[in-house]
């Protein structure tokens, strides 16, 4: 599929959109051109790993975790930061990369009317995600893989009470796995956990076991 892009904040953000093999037609600016949320699971916001380290739409696990959660029946929204790829502005460090979440949020609520919405991101884009998910009233699910829970507060987001699912590294060597465990012991139900057995923080020869274990997580979630 082609690059497309959407409205953000600060300009133009670059965006694909993954669809079940069942959805409609798509549009010419790389969104439905006829929303109908029968037969979508949720329309799902994804976002990259940070930007000044490489992070993109494109990194791996994110384009892997697309396309697994539109096999399940999602519509799934992944998008470059301002700053990263060909989208418009300067990287925030955090404020910003909210506002263009928030754009995101808001354009697959407009495409999709009356479906369910899922906030997902890798990484610093999991900060992001569950940080502008656990905020926002339309949002009921919150992903996050290989959270960076030692380096940005995810207290707020433990204590929400939307449904909330961690995906780990075992071998994580930026965000270590004993701090995912302790926030997550925290944190309020309904949650779930899963460990990739000897991965690291970008799941390198892994990739596969993200897919399979967000199927396996998300495959009959109907919240």
């Known amino acids: 599929m082609p690059l497309r ?15 079940p ?16 949320a029968s037969g979508i699971r949720a329309a799902v916001v994804f976002a990259h790993p940070h930007t000044e380290y490489g992070g993109t739409m494109h990194t791996k696990v994110v384009y892997q975790a697309a396309k697994a959660l ?13 700053g990263a790829g060909a989208s418009e502005g300067a ?12 754009a995101a949020v808001d354009a697959m609520a407009a495409r999709y009317p009356g479906a369910k919405l899922w906030a997902g991101g890798m990484s610093f884009g999991s900060w992001i995600a569950l940080s ?3 905020a926002d009233p339309r949002i009921s699910t919150l992903i996050a893989i290989a959270a960076p829970v030692d380096r940005y507060d995810f207290t707020v987001i433990a ?28 944190a309020v139900e309904p949650k779930e956990l899963v460990v990739i057995d000897a991965a690291d923080h970008l ?18 979630w109907s919240t």
Request: hydrophobic share 40%.
């Open 5 to 19: 892009e959407i409205a953000g904040p600060a300009g133009r953000l670059e965006c694909l959109l993954d669809e």
């Open 21 to 36: 093999a069942a959805g409609r037609g798509v549009g010419r600016d790389g969104l439905l051109a006829t929303p109908d």
């Open 70 to 82: 539109s096999r399940i029946g999602c519509a799934v929204l992944r998008f470059n930061f301002r």
């Open 91 to 102: 990287f925030d460090n955090g404020a910003g990369e909210m506002d263009d979440f928030r």
């Open 132 to 134: 502008v998910g656990a």
């Open 159 to 186: 204590q929400n009470p939307k449904a909330k699912f961690f995906i780990h590294g075992e071998r994580d060597e930026i965000c270590p796995l004993k701090d995912v465990r302790e926030l997550y012991a925290r």
């Open 203 to 220: 799941f390198d020869g892994k990739v596969g076991e993200v897919s399979d274990a967000i199927e396996d997580l998300l495959g009959d």
